[in-house]
């Protein structure tokens, strides 16, 4: 096992770091990374970044946006999130089990004096406060899973920079997102900095894995790096996107994941279609949009069409019926 402490705070770079780890470092059972970044959004993989964000306000405030390769949901970070990830190679039936690579994150808390828990899909509180939120990508027998710890973050910028959508908010049974969420450093007894609660995560992970040893980035491996990071996790295009064309627009809420539906219908039949959410899956949802052009816009034909592609790869926890539910009703 490997443990890198990347000490950039540029978060496309760090975004880009950590897919050269997940997808080029494949000697590497299991390698855990450590960063922070400075004021971000960090967008998931299937979400409209538009409609994630207060774009108004980010501008204002110099507050970069960046999408990563995992789904889930958007998130705020500053210089007092601590962001980790676990890389592993891992058996397909392992994906988005969340709980167990959180493990670390309970247990250096728990030797803090603070008793936290995992709960819903993918979240870990204290006192029913949500402080971190996880998500996990998967590709060829390796996981990456990772999670940003609210250690110290200002709450009010991340409520004003994040645009949480309505429906969210309802289903939670609250009024604000800060009503949601808390910090690590306002739970502790004792107080410390958000680098040496990074070096007790990495301490409680030296102690689990004795043999785990440091990974350096070679010179040719961080011009690669950087390259990752202009072409393509701080191009716009990756970003934000082209905003589809539509005369139809649909929003179910599911157990896993929200899933937004962008359709542009013809004469009653599907021209385009481009599906948006913050749901978790293993293959990209754009064979699900190409797999329904074309077919009239109606249950029966298009839960029809769904049943050609094994529907669980792209939408874990999510039916087919419930597919054909989002885009018709």
């Not at 039936?93 to 004096?113: C, H, M, Q, R, Y």
């Not at 899909?121 to 590709?139: P, S, T, V």
């Not at 542009?264 to 749901?279: A, P």
Request: charged share 30%; hydrophobic share 40%; with cysteine.
């Amino acid at each position: 096992m490997k443990y890198i402490i990347n000490h950039s705070n540029d978060t496309a770079y760090n975004i880009a770091l950590e897919e050269y780890a997940f997808k080029q470092l494949l000697d590497e059972d299991m390698i855990f990374l450590l960063w922070i970044n400075k004021p971000s959004i960090i967008v998931g993989r299937h979400q409209n970044t538009i409609e994630e964000i207060n774009r108004e306000f980010v501008r204002e405030n110099g507050i970069e946006v960046v999408r990563r390769i995992s789904g889930g949901g958007a998130v705020y970070h500053d210089y007092n999130n601590l962001n980790y990830t676990i890389i592993s190679k891992e058996t397909e039936d392992k994906a988005f089990d969340f709980k167990s690579f959180s493990i670390p994150v309970l247990k250096t808390l728990e030797a803090l004096g603070v008793k936290a828990e995992f709960t819903g899909r993918n979240d870990l509180e204290i006192d029913g406060k949500k402080f971190c939120g996880n998500a996990q990508a998967y590709i060829n027998g390796r996981i990456m899973h990772h999670g940003c710890l609210l250690f110290d973050v200002d709450l009010s910028v991340l409520s004003k920079a994040l645009k949480v959508s309505k429906d969210k908010i309802e289903s939670k049974g609250v009024k604000s997102v800060r009503a949601r969420v808390t910090n690590i450093i306002d739970e502790l007894p004792e107080k410390i900095t958000v680098e040496e609660f990074r070096d007790l995560l990495l301490d409680y992970m030296k102690k689990e894995y004795p043999d785990m040893t440091e990974y350096v980035f070679s010179e040719d491996e961080l011009v690669a790096i950087q390259k990752s990071k202009k072409e393509k996790f701080g191009n716009w295009d990756w970003n934000y996107g082209k905003s589809p064309d539509y005369n139809i627009k649909r929003g179910t809420k599911f157990l896993s994941g929200k899933v937004d539906i962008y359709a542009n219908v013809v004469q009653s039949r599907i021209e385009n279609l481009k599906i948006y959410g913050d749901f978790f899956g293993i293959e990209d949802v754009a064979a699900v949009e190409e797999v329904v052009k074309g077919i009239p816009y109606e249950r029966e034909s298009v839960l029809e069409a769904l049943k050609s592609i094994d529907i669980s790869r792209y939408f874990a926890g999510i039916s087919r019926e419930e597919i054909a539910e989002a885009i018709v009703g």
